[in-house]
């Protein structure tokens, strides 16, 4: 009986623990409604993927940016605070991700070497939509304080 309550236990902190992983992973969408971009102008559209990727995530993204050129990014980074090479994003080479809570990301972006903006990614308590507030400056050194709200597909 001691077995089955151990093996039991074990089962529902993985159960806990997969879960947890599951309030990002989705396919999101910029909501330009509810964003507010520091300073102007905002991108068009932006549709991001996120994946469960051993012990972090994988995100696939898709911008359109106010010019009408596309950005295209992805990088796949565990949520130990190392920095994972980001590939097609012109503002980041790196990314550093940091698990707060279930619902809480902290990303640090980096470009040679050198810390752009950092990011909180929340995910509301009923998984439907998301909030990324980012503080710092992008390629070109101008500040940023951007609020970009996503709503899951």
């Not at 093996?7 to 992973?25: F, K, Q, R, W």
């Not at 507030?133 to 709200?149: E, H, Y």
Request: hydrophobic fraction near 35%; charge should be positive.
């Amino acid at each position: 009986m001691r077995t089955l309550s151990i093996a039991l236990c074990l089962s529902l902190m993985i159960v806990v623990t997969a879960e947890a992983a599951d309030n990002y992973v989705g396919i999101w969408t910029l909501n330009l409604a509810k964003s507010k971009y520091d300073p102007g102008p905002p991108a068009k559209s932006q549709t991001t993927k996120l994946e469960a990727a051993g012990g972090g995530l994988r995100e696939i993204g898709d911008r359109v940016n106010a010019d009408g050129s596309k950005t295209h990014w992805e990088f796949t980074a565990k949520y130990d605070g190392k920095d994972y090479t980001v590939t097609g994003d012109p503002d980041r080479d790196t990314v550093a991700l940091k698990r707060v809570d279930d619902n809480t990301l902290q990303v640090t972006n980096k470009k040679a070497g050198k810390i752009t903006n950092t990011m909180t990614i929340v995910v509301a308590k009923d998984g439907k939509s998301r909030t990324n507030s980012a503080k710092g400056t992008n390629a070109k050194g101008t500040p940023i304080n951007n609020v970009l709200f996503f709503d899951k597909q």
